[in-house]
């Protein structure tokens, strides 16, 4: 009977992640959210899984099918060396011990994930230990060996801990491993399935921010699945969300694009920032942009969000001052206004949102935008002027797509 249920979400799977995703384009003006296709996802991730007694054999079964819902069926699971976009698993479990049930190069296609996680997944042990820091430990040990100044050194690592109590052992403290490896740069996603002697809350303090949650928490997944993806709404499912999060990032000379400048956790865009505090014209500040490559431009500011993400970038970016004036995308081709488009692009023309500084806007002669401190407006906000773009020198800012599911990064 649990075989044949196993069988019927599968199915349900391939169908719910078959044919629903639109990539991005850059006349939708919008700023491009981070890539969804859920067959480009390229992470390397390791399942860290509950098997003691506390589980039990249902949760872990649900354990199992949650795996199947995070991966879905067109994820290209192993490792290729003609397709640098896969996604590599490996498995392990734990209780009083902790087991490597598959390293990150045994899985190498979607149903060897699937019969090997249905089949490691299959039965509680009888161990009434389920120490944490023992599974989080073999886990760091993995990725070093097979992750960490290898070839796949730049693809995101992650960490995902189902668990249904948390216990201590005296020589792996899970707080200590867990801050080395969200330090070293691997997200840590929690899943507390009950929540016995404060487990949801222990386990947020192993999680990396914002990224621990309660497996009963929102309802049916199956459901969920289907409903999010079909409308489009990936938040909804909160693993697979979280996954596509992590594979979506910026070099680390870039800043990724949030809904807020101050809180890292909060939306991510599938965008980078980069201001350049060079003194240069807008045209080649245009130039310096395309030049960085990963379809870069100068900025786009639709919206007041972003144009207040953007100054604060500034501030915050040494060699900077007041008054702070900086080139951004926005130019005119003597009929409209419209946006520095990455290469091979088209550009979206203005539409309703707009910073102009009064008075300004007028000089048909100057064709490019900049912000720039003035008098007119409040202190330390800044506003657009058009100006000549061969002659006025500021620095500049630039974006460029983020590294995700719809923009591979070599580095």
């Given at each position: ?51 003691s ?39 392990i ?15 190498q ?23 944490i ?17 290898t ?16 216990q ?27 929540n ?96 960085l ?60 949102w707009?910073?102009?500084?009064l ?32 002659r ?20």
């Amino acid at each position: 009977m649990r075989i044949f249920i196993f069988l019927i979400f599968f199915l349900v799977i391939q169908y719910v992640y078959a044919d629903h995703y639109t990539p991005y384009s850059s006349l939708s003006y919008v700023d491009r959210p981070c890539g969804t296709d859920l067959s480009n996802l390229w992470l390397d991730v390791v399942l860290v899984v509950d098997n003691s007694e506390e589980m039990g054999s249902q949760r872990l079964f649900d354990v199992a099918a949650n795996i199947i819902d995070v991966f879905g069926a067109n994820t290209r699971i192993g490792s290729n060396s003609s397709e640098p976009i896969t996604t590599r698993v490996g498995l392990i479990t734990y209780n009083f011990n902790a087991t490597l049930n598959a390293n990150l190069s045994q899985f190498q296609s979607y149903d060897d994930l699937s019969n090997g996680v249905f089949h490691s997944l299959s039965n509680v042990t009888n161990s009434t230990d389920s120490f944490i820091g023992t599974g989080l430990a073999m886990a760091e040990q993995l990725l070093r060996r097979q992750n960490f100044n290898t070839t796949r050194d730049h693809y995101k690592k992650v960490i995902i801990v189902y668990a249904s109590a948390f216990q201590r052992n005296e020589d792996e403290t899970p707080e200590w491993i867990a801050d080395r490896l969200k330090g070293s740069g691997v997200k840590i996603i929690t899943v507390g399935y009950g929540n016995s002697h404060g487990l949801i809350k222990s386990l947020s303090n192993i999680a990396s921010p914002g990224l621990s949650f309660n497996s009963s928490g929102d309802g049916n997944l199956i459901n969920q699945i289907q409903t999010s993806l079909l409308q489009g709404k990936f938040q909804c499912n909160y693993i697979f969300y979280i996954s596509i999060s992590a594979n979506c990032y910026c070099p680390s000379t870039w800043i990724q694009y949030t809904s807020s400048y101050s809180n890292s956790s909060s939306y991510h865009y599938g965008l980078c920032i980069q201001p350049v505090p060079t003194l240069t014209t807008w045209r080649m500040a245009h130039y310096a942009c395309i030049f960085l490559g990963n379809h870069s431009s100068l900025a786009t500011e639709y919206n007041q969000d972003k144009h207040d993400f953007l100054l604060d970038a500034v501030k915050d970016t040494s060699g900077f001052s007041p008054p702070y004036q900086y080139h951004i995308g926005l130019m005119s081709n003597s009929y409209y206004w419209g946006w520095d488009p990455p290469t091979g692009s088209s550009g979206p023309t203005l539409q309703s949102w707009s910073n102009w500084i009064l008075g300004f806007q007028g000089d048909t002669e100057a064709r490019s935008v900049i912000n720039i401190e003035s008098e007119n407006l409040k202190e330390g906000t800044t506003g657009w002027l058009n100006i000549d773009d061969t002659r006025t020198k500021a620095g500049y800012v630039c974006e460029s797509y983020a590294c995700d599911t719809d923009n591979y990064c070599h580095s």
